[in-house]
Structure formats: structure tokens, C-alpha cells
């Protein structure tokens, strides 16, 4: 029996959704939830749709009378404040139940998160359809090649390519908190949130009481150089980085590191001067041609020699890879 | 006393004393006009991330923080100006020998004529992992580098003619220029940089490096970097040693002789990739930058040969 009030309401949506199982919602439904789904075979994005009798996802069918716009949302940070602006957007699909993934190409190594925006409406072909909300998951989604890094803490790293970047507790143009410290740390990270969660996440022990949650929201960047220092390694000269050093940065010479990231290896050129994978203030940009623009965000990028020549390297440091269990 | 202090500074500090002198090409200051570049917000400069000098000494300015690549003569006035389109934003620039240019606005990579007009286009969607971490063109091929190693090999009708993913070549570490393959490893051996070079043809690129000699370059303990070839195959090699020190810049003939040495200070301000270009004449230019602006020295090949 079908509702005939329902099917024929047209029911306006807006939700935020992080892909993939990540989503933020901003209105609130009664029914109902919508998902953003990587279908890996057809290398495509998909909307999940509750099923409003029992909580059954059904996306294999499209509904009768569907129109959506596909954003993916992209942060702009400005100097002056540190709000989470959503509001450059990037592909736009009307009518669409599912977009290519040809996002992949902006990555060049098919890994990393990447936010949706979609606004859309729809007519049900029967009742199971209802309104949609959207999900609270816990985790992003990585879509891989298989050519990742092979160490632990960039591996891990990387799977929050793509993540905004936002310096401690920070609201949204929304009034939303979007703070390092929620949602264990993967609404937004800062750089020593990335670093600290990779490292977490490889159970390596940091000295730090509490729940996964507070040590990243704890610890700065120089309360990790403290952490090397007294635990772990530091001095590391810069002829000696290997994969998954710590590069701390003192970039306005106060005398205390205030940027840290993760370096690595340029293997395809051979040069020293590596790579680094780093949670990376400024406004976000994406070229496909050219990743080393890439900013406001998790990046991973030529090491810009700018921060070696200005002496703002402040320390290398470096936590070894058996410290992963705990160390004592 | 201070006679011999400042003996005794010479003595320990030799190297700042013998640090090349520039000769200055051109200077921008921070800002919007027509003829500045950049911008200086809340006294921290913007700068450009990328720049070249065409074979004629013009500029090209990839003008990221005012949304425009530029062409200015020698005297820093403003030939042309592009604007990419909304959403897109001025990437990597590169002058061709020819006279024309190349560069990327973020989604396509592009190929315009000397007056900054469009001739072609690459999607770079089309092309999984197409990049322009390295740009070289002959009269048959042009070759682009993607940032993960993959080589795309086009003909001059912007056809694609081969594609070598980077676990596809002989060796990781490949720089293409003047269409020959560079083979660069600075890894296996950590006391000599080890080059091999290959004459590209499309199937022999594997046979070329089995069979091709190899260059052992001594490799110092430093941040070590290959700038490039100039056009008698020469090769250039720079070393941080320290933040605090200079840069060691070397020069190697085709057989692996060293033929000088110059230090080079460098000062900057803002982020720029790849500062250092060696032109087919073998001078090294530098961007640099401070508060108030950005300029380009010279460094002229003979100054390797003093001695």
C-alpha cells in the first residue's frame, strides 16, 4: 500500500556528507539515512538510501524521479580568522544517482578522502523511499592503488589525505565545532594532529594519559619534539632523514618548533630533498598537474626547499617503528 | 686583536668569502599592479611558485596569489597577461625552445604560442597520472613527467605516442632533457651519484640502459640535488651542506670530469619550486625574494671556470 501524500511530496534535501563513511549532517531528519558509497568495480560514487521500513540499504535501484548536484567541498581558510568555509565546490552532476570517480586522477595515487556536498531531491517510485539524513560515521574511506608508502606511520598518514586542515578548535561557517579533537580527530587535523594520529593508530605509546581523543587533541607540535626528545631520538641531520623522520620547523624563529611533518624519499628523482606528508595551513588548491600546490589540507608534496635555506628546519626527529607496541 | 680575529673569522669561514657574485636580471616588488607579482599579506610575502626565462630573456611569471601567469620583457614590463578561467588557477610554467609555452591552470595542461595564445590542450583527466614535474620537447616529442614517475611521451600533434609508468622504465629517477633520459641514483651507492644516459626511441629504452655507461659522481654529505644539463651536456649538481651554508653548486662534463665550482647564497621568502634553472648556456638562475619583492639574478657560466 502506498502512501499517495508521500510519493507524491518532492522532498528537498541538503546534507553534508564526508565520503565515505564519514558524514556530517547539518538538518536533521526524522527517517532515514544517505551514505556516500565507492563502488569499486564501477569506479563510481553512489548514494545509499535507507530503507524506511527497517533500516536495510537498498542502493542498487535508482528512484524514480532523482535530481542531485554532486559538490565536493573544499576548504578556504582565510588569515584573519580560522572558520572552516565551505563554500568552493567543484563538480557538479545534475540528475545524477551516481558520478564517476574521476577524481581519482587529482590524487595521482588514487588514496585519500574527499568531502561531498550534495543537494538534491527526489520522487519515490513506491514508499520504501523516505527523506534522507545523513550518517555519523567513524572513519574515511582510502581508496588505494597499492603504491602507497612503505612505512607504517606514512601509510597511515595517508589515509587522511585530503583532510582539511584546521589549527586546533576551530567552528564552521555553520557554527559547527570542527576542532581536531572531535571525532577522534578526523573531522579536521592540524599538523601535529596528523602526526599524532598516525602514530596512535600504530599503538605506538606517547607518554600521554587518556583516550585516543584527548592525546591528539593534547599534544602540539611542541609537545611531540618534547615527547622525542625525551623518549625517542631527535638531532637527526638532515643528510640522515629516513622514511617517517619527523621534520620540525620553528618557521618564525622563536625558538620552538611550530610545524612538524612526516618525511620521505622522492624515489622517482633520487633527490635528498624527499617528500613530506604533512597537515598544511593556507588555502586550499588542487592541480592535478602539480600536487605541490596543494595546501589547506593533508598533503603530500616536494619538500619546499624554502624550509631548509631559511633555517627554519628547527629538528629532525625520529620514533622507531619497534616503539609500535609501547616502549617502557 | 682584531686584526687577528678577523684572520682567524676568514680562516674558519672560507666559504662565505668565496661566494659568487650575481648579476641581477630583474626585481618585482610585492602587489597587484601591472608591473608587480605576488602579494605581501600582513608582512609575510606571496610569491610565485614557479617562473622561467625564455630563450629571448623574457620572464614568465606564474602569478598564483593575483589568479594570472605574466610575461614581462627584460626591463620588467608587462608583455601579456592570462587569466585562467574561474575555478582554475595559474600552475606550472615552462617556456619551450622554441619560443612557445606550457603550463598548467590546474586541470589542462596547455600549450600556448609566444603571445600567450592557446594552440592545445591535454585533459589531464584523460591521462592518469600526467603531471609537469618535468617538461621537455625536441622537434618530435614532447615529454611530460607526472609527479609519481610516469613518463608521457607525445608527438608535436599532441598525440599520445607511449606512456611508461614509472615501474615500466629501467630505473626510477629519470629526468628527460634535450630527449635524452637521464637515469639519476643517488641512493645505492651513498658515495658517488651514479648517472646513465639514453638516446630515447620508443622500443630501445631498456636496451639503451643496459648498454649505456655509467657516470660516477662523487656525492657529498649534504642535501644533494640535480639541477639539470645545459646544451653541451653538461651536468649541474647543487649541495646544502647546512641551513647556514651556501649553496655547493658543481659542474660535470659528459664524461664525468668536474669543471668548477660555485657557492651560491640564497635568500628567500616565500615558496617556490625549483629556484635554480640552468639555461642550454650553462648560466644558473636564481629567484629569490625577500619583504619587499622578488628578483632574479644571473650567475654566467664562466664563473665555474675561475679558479
Redesign the interface.
Known sequence: MKNTSSFYNLIVITIFCMLMNGCEAIPSFDRGDITIKYNELQNQLELEIENGTGGNFNYQNQPCDYASEWYEIRKIRY?SDNILYYN?F?ITDNNAWSIPV?W??YT??GFGSRWYWIQGSYLPCDDIYSVFTSSVGKDYYRLTDG?LLYHPFLDTALYRYNVPYVLGTSTDQLGDNVSKTDNNGLTCLDCSGLVVWSLVKNNVDLFINGSERHIVGQINVNKLWEICRDHYFLSIP??SWQDGNLIFLDSNQNGTPDHVMFWT?D???????GWVVHSRGGDT?????????ERGKVVFQ?L???Y????W?FDGGYIPETTMISKN | MKTLLVILIFIMFPVSAQVATAERVIFFEWGEGKNQVGLLVDDMPYGPNYYDIDKEGMILISDEFNKCFKKFDKNGNLIWEISPERGKHPGKIVSLKNGNILYSNGFEIIFGNKEGKTIKEIDSKKFRGIGLKGVDVTDEHIFLTGHRGDVFVFDTTITLQQQYLRNQLPNPGCFIINGDFYFVDMRTDRQHISVKKVNYTPTGLAEGFSKAPILKLPQREGLTAFRGVDQYGNLYFSTKFSPSEPYLFEKFDPTGKKLGNIKIDWQIAHEVFNPFKVSPEGDIYVLSSNKKGMWIDKYPAYLFDAK
Open positions: 588569515a568552493e567543484l574521476e581519482l586522477n595521482y595515487f603504491e638532515i643528510n624519499q624515489y622517482e628523482s633520487s633527490s635528498p630533498y588548491q588542487h592541480d592535478i598537474n602539480d600536487p605541490a600546490l616536494p619546499p626547499e624554502l631548509i635555506n631559511n633555517g628546519y
